[in-house]
């Protein structure tokens, strides 16, 4: 779509390659667990830190072939917690861009330990230009 200016927004008109994938991987800190909100919790990997992590993996698939300057936000998830982990344990979380629709964008996403599986779902991240998204933001802010 053409800016004010008449130039095409690159943002708009990005489409990462299906099918780019990134893992990440890290050992559960007692500052993720279910326990760190709640001390009457056990210390185990909290859903909100799960997705996070699902989150960053799906953020940092799609980064090299971003426009310069663009970054993707999180829009919508949809995502199954199925074991849990314990503190000090190591886990990981995968993203692979399966679908694109104009700047959004839909990622199969998928968290581990070991040889299980102990989350999946999907994770709808959206195209942006910071500047502008963030004020945006600002402005519904003050609404």
């Given amino acids: 779509m053409p800016s004010a200016s008449g130039d095409a927004n690159p943002v708009n008109e990005t489409k990462p390659r299906l099918g780019l994938e990134f893992a990440v991987e890290k050992i559960i800190s007692h500052e993720w667990t279910l326990a760190a909100f709640d001390p009457r ?59 694109h629709e104009g700047r959004f964008l839909v990622f199969e996403v998928e968290a581990r330990s070991g040889a299980h599986v102990i989350g999946r779902g999907r994770v709808f991240r959206a195209i942006v230009e910071p500047l502008s998204f963030t004020a945006k933001a600002t402005k519904h802010a003050e609404k």
């Fill in 41 to 99: 919790l056990p210390a185990v990997l909290s859903t909100p830190a799960m997705i996070g992590m699902m989150e960053v993996a799906a953020a940092q698939a799609v980064a090299p072939e971003l426009p310069p300057g663009a970054i993707t936000v999180g829009t919508r998830i949809e995502v199954d917690h199925l074991k849990a982990v314990p503190e000090g344990a190591t886990f990981s979380a995968s993203a692979k861009l399966v679908k």
